[in-house]
């Protein structure tokens, strides 16, 4: 059974940090690209970072970049979002996925179940 079970949101003041882990099973985990994704109320999902199957290359949007870092361990299957530099606008659900890309794992596409980031004062 796959699952992917985020963790590690909560409330936090605006300047503040958080670190979101994600724990996969159930697939081969280091034959994935792996994203986080986050949603805000009556916004659409967006992507915030990605990293390859290998952990080598990185890709973020300029909402993000230089206060963002995504990592992986294949070895724990799992992935973290370090999140810095944290802003209101950040508050959102922030979900873990799970892209196929070799040719036996492509076309599957796994998603968490999310968890709350609030950045408040």
């Known amino acids: 059974q796959v699952q992917l079970v985020e963790s590690g949101g909560g409330l936090v003041q605006p300047g503040g940090a958080l670190r979101l882990s994600c724990a996969a099973s159930?697939?081969?985990?280091?034959?994935?690209?792996m994203n986080w994704y986050r949603q805000a109320p009556g916004k659409e999902r967006e992507l915030v970072a990605g990293i390859t199957s290998d952990g080598g290359s990185t890709g973020y949007p300029d909402s993000v970049k230089g206060r963002f870092t995504i990592s992986r361990d294949n070895g724990k299957n799992t992935v973290y979002l370090q999140m810095n530099s944290l802003k209101p606008e950040d508050t959102a659900v922030y979900y873990c996925?799970?892209?196929?890309?070799?040719?036996?794992?492509?076309?599957?596409?796994?998603w968490g179940q999310g968890t709350q980031v609030t950045v408040s004062s």
């Open positions: 159930g697939f081969m985990f280091s034959k994935y690209v």
């Open positions: 996925n799970a892209v196929g890309t070799t040719l036996l794992t492509r076309g599957k596409n796994y």
